[in-house]
């Protein structure tokens, strides 16, 4: 009779950590971002990507854990199954959606380009940025565009493995312009500040959305996360989230 009990009671054990176990969500996110996504000097993980990531696990009632990822390898990471979503400020566009699923966005930004703060460039055409060096972290959106409209039309474009090492050099004098997230540049400007760079313009047609980034069987977490960003967004917390770091509406 003992042994049946214990039986029974080990059966239920194993059932509940199962249960826990298939409602823990790996979450990966970049960590070199800001405001997005950063590195505090505690180590600890920070910005809005993860506020979002931890309140979207909050509502689904999911164990989740959040790990730093370099930007060049979160896809794969996550098509190895190291993880399972990217909240990340990743674009969602039709050649990542070849590779990955995506859910609702939660926020949508366009591209901005910014410029030392002494330069002559009065636009963000191609003719503008004919003969210039042009800057932008590289396998994003803004790298897509440098490459493809910008050095095309007579730019030499310039592309970093991270958002800081960009920055840098705009701020250093070795680019004429960088091409970034408007967001994120805006942020980095206001904390750089009016002695070193100013920004130029936003870049015409080029808004996205950005998603949670799923791989393509996980029909089920999707559904999850796109259900949970909507209560979110109902119930208040998604802007008490954005007004942390921004005084508009970025949805």
Same mark, same amino acid.
């Given at each position: ?32 971002? !800001?405001?997005?996504?950063? =590195?505090?000097? @505690?180590?600890? #993980? %920070? *910005?809005?990507? $993860? ?58 930004? !366009?591209?901005?380009?910014? =410029?030392?703060? @002494?330069?002559? #460039? %009065? *636009?963000?055409? $191609? ?70 760079? %100013? ?5 015409p047609g080029t808004e996205t959305e950005a998603g949670i980034g799923i ?37």
């Open positions: 009779m003992k042994k049946t009990i214990f039986l029974a009671a080990a059966t239920l054990l194993g059932m509940a950590q199962l249960a826990s176990a298939e409602d823990t969500i790996r979450i990966a996110t970049e960590g070199a971002y !800001p405001p997005f996504n950063y =590195v505090e000097s @505690d180590g600890s #993980l %920070k *910005g809005l990507d $993860v506020d979002m990531a931890n309140a979207l696990c909050a509502e689904m009632k999911a164990k989740c854990t959040i790990v730093a990822q370099d930007w060049d390898g979160i896809i794969p990471g996550l098509l190895a199954k190291k993880y399972d979503a990217i909240i990340a400020s990743m674009s969602i566009t039709e050649e990542r959606k070849q590779q990955i699923a995506f859910t609702n966005k939660y926020y949508t930004t !366009p591209l901005a380009v910014a =410029v030392p703060k @002494d330069s002559a #460039l %009065k *636009g963000v055409t $191609v003719e503008d940025m004919k003969g210039k060096v042009v800057g932008a972290q590289a396998s994003t959106t803004q790298a897509n565009y440098t490459s493809d409209v910008y050095a095309k039309g007579g730019a030499e474009a310039k592309l970093y493995p991270t958002q800081d090492e960009a920055t840098v050099d705009l701020q250093n004098g070795r680019l004429d312009a960088l091409v970034s997230d408007k967001f994120v540049v805006v942020d980095w400007l206001n904390k750089a500040g009016k002695d070193c760079c %100013k920004l130029l313009g936003d870049v791989r393509q069987s996980d029909t089920e977490l999707k559904a999850r996360f796109d259900k949970a960003i909507d209560a979110l967004v109902a119930n208040g917390t998604y802007q008490t989230i954005t007004k942390k770091y921004f005084p508009f509406d970025i949805y």
